[in-house]
Nanobody, 122 residues
Framework: QVQLVESGGGLVQAGGSLRLSCAAS????????MGWYRQAPGKQRELVAG??????KYADSVKGRFTISRDNAKNTVYLQMNSLKPEDTGVYYC?????????????????WGQGTQVTVSS
C-alpha cells in the first residue's frame, strides 16, 4: 500500500512562513505528479500548487509567495509558503499520482494525505 505523510503545518502570524512536507512510501513504481490542495472552512478544496516532470503551476492567489519543489530520490514534495495571509488558512492536503506495478501492467492511482492545518493569524 501507499501512504502520504504530511508535516509542517501550524500557527503563524501574517507575513510569516511555513514549509510543508509530504513523503510518499510504499510499493511505488513511479510518481507522475504531486501537488498541494487546501480547504478553508465552508469552502471547496482548491489546488494550491502542483509539480510534474519539473513543471510547476500555482493558483493565482499564491503566485510569488509559495514555491513547490520535489525530491524524487525521497519521493517527497515540499511547499514553501512565504508572506502568509489570513486567507491562506485551511487544511492543506498532499496529492500524488502514483504508478504501481501490477502482475502484467502498470496502473496509475490518485492518493491523498491526511491533511495538515495551517492557521495564519492577523
Amino acid at each position: 500500500q501507499v501512504q502520504l505523510v504530511e508535516s509542517g503545518g501550524g500557527l503563524v502570524q501574517a507575513g510569516g512562513s511555513l514549509r510543508l512536507s509530504c513523503a510518499a512510501s510504499g510499493s511505488i513504481f513511479n510518481i507522475n505528479g504531486m501537488g498541494w490542495y487546501r480547504q478553508a472552512p465552508g469552502k471547496q478544496r482548491e489546488l494550491v500548487a502542483g509539480i510534474s516532470s519539473g513543471d510547476a503551476k500555482y493558483a493565482d492567489s499564491v503566485k510569488g509567495r509559495f514555491t513547490i519543489s520535489r525530491d524524487n530520490a525521497k519521493n517527497t514534495v515540499y511547499l514553501q509558503m512565504n508572506s502568509l495571509k489570513p486567507e491562506d488558512t485551511g487544511v492543506y492536503y498532499c496529492n500524488a499520482l502514483i504508478m504501481l506495478a501490477t502482475i502484467d501492467n502498470f496502473e496509475e492511482y490518485d492518493y491523498w494525505g491526511q491533511g495538515t492545518q495551517v492557521t495564519v493569524s492577523s
